[in-house]
Structure formats: structure tokens, C-alpha cells
């Protein structure tokens, strides 16, 4: 008997709420089951004017093709106000290539 495409290796283990089986390769829904592929960071970021300025810094310090890359990141992302604001009150111009980074968990 297969499942899938994949045999049954050990049928009918009693569980709590039903039966296990034990199969002999791993399941994957069809592909028009998958949801929709998620867009590039690039891509999300240009949707979304409000955070313009962090993305022109991970432009200017090439880290974009860095974090996608990556199987999996977070990236945490000021709005243009909050960092116009952190700007004045620091007095500098922008951030900087090691604080852009803080911002980055790879």
C-alpha cells in the first residue's frame, strides 16, 4: 500500500487521537496547494515608500544580496521618520554600514 508515493512501512500505531503510520520518504502538497512565493526583500521594499531611507542604506552597503542569501533573516526596519528623527537628535547625516548591520539577524 502507498500513500502519495510513499510506502508504508508500519501501519496502525495506536495514538491518543487515532493511528500513526510509518512511511518510507516525506509528503509534499501539490504545488497549487503552496502559497504564493513571498517577494524579494528589494521587491517588498519598494512597495513601501515609508522605509525608502533603510533601503537606500542596504543599497549603499550592498548588504541586501547578504540577507537573501540567507535561508532565513529578520530585518529591522525603521520607518524614514524614526530615522530622520535619530539622524537630528545624533547629529549625523545617516547611519552608518555597522549600525545599518544592528539591524540585520542572519
Known sequence: ????????????????????????KILFPPPEDLP??????LDLLEQLPQYSHFKQLLQKYHLIDEIESSEQYTVLIPDDTTLEEYCR???????????????IIL
Open 1 to 24: 500500500l502507498t500513500v502519495g508515493g510513499a510506502r508504508i512501512i508500519t501501519p496502525n500505531i495506536p495514538a491518543v487521537n487515532g493511528y500513526l503510520h510509518i512511511i518510507d
Open 89 to 103: 537628535a545624533k547629529n549625523i547625516e545617516q547611519l552608518d554600514d555597522i549600525s545599518v548591520k544592528y539591524h
Open 36 to 41: 504564493p512565493l513571498l517577494p524579494s526583500l
